[in-house]
């Protein structure tokens, strides 16, 4: 049973681009779900996907998209980044219909931005 | 704002001895806790949770309880051990199933 898996592993771009995380769900995983972890908090939600839908959404804006891909893997498309976007990018993943608890998460991407 | 509160950043404790990470909620729907541990380079892995009908959960040498009227919830690890030191996230459980986390505690247990 493979665990959840992210890359890459580090990243910097310059405000304004644009930027692709990926990840790929535990096995047997259908939802995914995003969150970012700046500096010194705790990781937020960013939003859930499952059946390659959106299911939820944290208090993020509309540059930050996502999707679902029918073997389960998930993208993280973040638009016009800016600084603040600088963060640890965590994906985790479970069965819907799971508790929170059965949530995997992955080792996370750190995105710089300068 | 902020639903999930965990006022310390950090905490020192000896090998053997009691850690006691302290976590506050506003929300009173919250109906499921969880506590998160995290080591740096990997992804939190989930530790011990408690549903809100309940005060304790125990499992080995982790206890979370939970003070519905306070909003308030602890986690005890007895006795600490030098491998437990990392950074402990406390969870809420909204009522869509998304997850709210705290800001975070560094515990660090000394041999």
């Known amino acids: 049973e493979t665990g959840v898996t992210q890359s890459p592993t580090h990243l910097i771009k310059t405000r304004g681009q644009q930027v692709t995380l990926r990840c790929s769900s535990q096995s047997g995983h259908n939802t995914v779900s995003w969150y970012q972890q700046a500096l010194g908090q705790g990781p937020q939600f960013i939003f859930q996907y499952y059946r390659e839908e959106e299911n939820g959404r944290g208090n993020f804006p509309p540059r930050f998209s996502g999707l679902q891909f029918p073997n389960y893997s998930s993208e993280l498309n973040v638009n016009a980044l800016e600084l603040d976007d600088s963060a640890l990018y965590l994906c985790a993943s479970n069965m819907r219909g799971q508790g929170s608890y059965e949530q995997y998460f992955g080792p996370g991407t750190r995105l710089t931005v300068t | 704002d902020q639903q999930v509160k965990q006022n310390s950043p950090s905490l020192s404790v000896q090998e053997g001895r009691i850690s006691i990470l302290n976590c506050d909620y506003t929300?009173?729907?919250?109906?499921?806790f969880l506590w998160y541990k995290k080591y740096p380079a990997e992804g939190p892995t989930f530790l011990i949770s408690i549903s809100s009908i309940k005060d304790k959960n125990e499992d080995g040498r982790f206890t979370v309880f939970l003070n519905k009227s306070a909003k308030h919830l602890s986690l005890h690890i007895v006795p600490s051990q030098p491998g437990d030191s990392a950074v402990y996230f406390c969870a809420a459980e909204n009522q869509g199933g998304k997850l709210i986390f705290g800001q975070g505690t560094e515990l660090s247990v000394k041999p």
């Open positions: 929300n009173s729907m919250f109906d499921y």
